[in-house]
């Protein structure tokens, strides 16, 4: 068997377990499903649902129902970005909608023996989970027949869900006076992923990830960043990319933890993205208001708030006050609300490719979410740019979680010569090594 293979599906074990369980909300444009990849889509979207991943999956439809408009002799009419669904045209879009619909319920049920959805059995639903009111007039328009999502039976679809279904929505929404209305797969998707609590939102965008002006892409964004890019390009550009990512934006700011723009052309971009750790896309993140920054010196007085009981406790080494200041280039702090809420220190050692990590703290009150990874993993990137190639820690009341982040016991031998010579023997601290990728 090759051996890229069985390493590529080794590394992505670790995301497999973090998927399981979690709930994803996915947008499909209606042109990526006339693209030649749209079934290498669906049978992505059919290995998520296989491996315990709860989706819920919103089509577009724009580009089906300006064909099925063009053929009925129908200009489309689009005003600030949105569609004017005229009375008289209903069953044009209906007709475009449910084609759309239909070709990827059919898509969902290919299963031929060879083919990557051999054995899935997915099943797909879906049912009148979308209410929807009229848009209204704006600018002097009236907007008829678009309308805009006014509540999601939240409940209805996690039952679905539970059940191991795929859920799949269209662009419609249902009136309670019992009319049909056009609305936006965006808005669908956003008030879905808030009203069930998804995990992720995941817009596939025409037009690959979010570039700069310069043409380079977003790996990630925080919520913040994400915001000040809309602005911007509000003025100049609101093109697909443009779309894709205020989705992703408001998903966020309704409550969802990330949100992720991948391509729609770019064979295999949702594996990539949520399987390994480059990713393919941008990912917008929520935690915009804690930071990870190099430590200043007006960050003393926090960083000893935090770690002085632990000292009294014995946990950490204890360091002076004047020793702190003289060492705060190594350290990171996580700051929130002006607050010092967690710090690490990176010790590089001199003539070794190596460092010490110490004195990782998370304050008590923000403990288990993960913070703790997030310094370590910084620190991890901040040694991998110094060209290190081992970090090893001294611990006494710790070992586990360290063990937990990828680190291996190992004995005082394989400390680097300086540090052989610094070691408490009293203290009789346990050693642990990671390797650097
Ligand atoms: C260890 C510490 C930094 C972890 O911070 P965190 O942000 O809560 O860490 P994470 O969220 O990444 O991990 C939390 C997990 O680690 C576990 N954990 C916490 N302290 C642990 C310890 N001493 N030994 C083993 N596991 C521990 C938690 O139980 C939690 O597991 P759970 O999710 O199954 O409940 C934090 O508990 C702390 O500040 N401890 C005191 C200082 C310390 O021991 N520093 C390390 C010495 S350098």
Known sequence: MNDDYVTWFRHSSPYINAH??????????????ETEDFHNIVSDLTLLNSLGIRLVVVHGARTQIEKQLALAEVNSEIHKGMRITRREHLDEV???IG???????AAFSCGLPGSPMHGARVRVRSGNVVSAMPIGVIDGIDFQLTGKVRSVDGPAISALLNDGNIVLLSPLGYSLTGEIFNVSFADVAIQVAKAIGADKLIAFNDDGPIKDKTGQQ???MTLLKCEKFLVESARHNQDNSYFSLRACQKACDAGVARAHVISSHEDGALLRELFTRDGSGTMVYRDSYETIRRARFDDVVG???LISPLEEEGVLVKRSRERLETELDCFIVMEKDNLIIGCAALYPISDSRSAELACVAIHPEYRSNGRASKLLAHLEKQASKLKLERLFVLT?????????QGFVESNIEMLPEQKKGLYNFQRNSKIFCKTLN
Do not use: C
């Not at 084609?99 to 319920?105: A, G, H, N, P, S």
């Not at 006494?396 to 937990?404: D, I, P, R, S, V």
């Open 218 to 220: 977003y790996r990630e």
């Open 303 to 305: 960083i000893l708030n």
């Open 94 to 96: 209906l007709k475009a």
């Open 99 to 105: 084609e759309t619909r239909v070709k990827l319920e």
């Open 396 to 404: 006494t009341q710790t070992a586990h979680w360290f063990l937990e």
């Open 20 to 33: 399981r369980g979690k709930t994803f909300v996915v947008m499909l444009p209606g042109d990526s499903i």
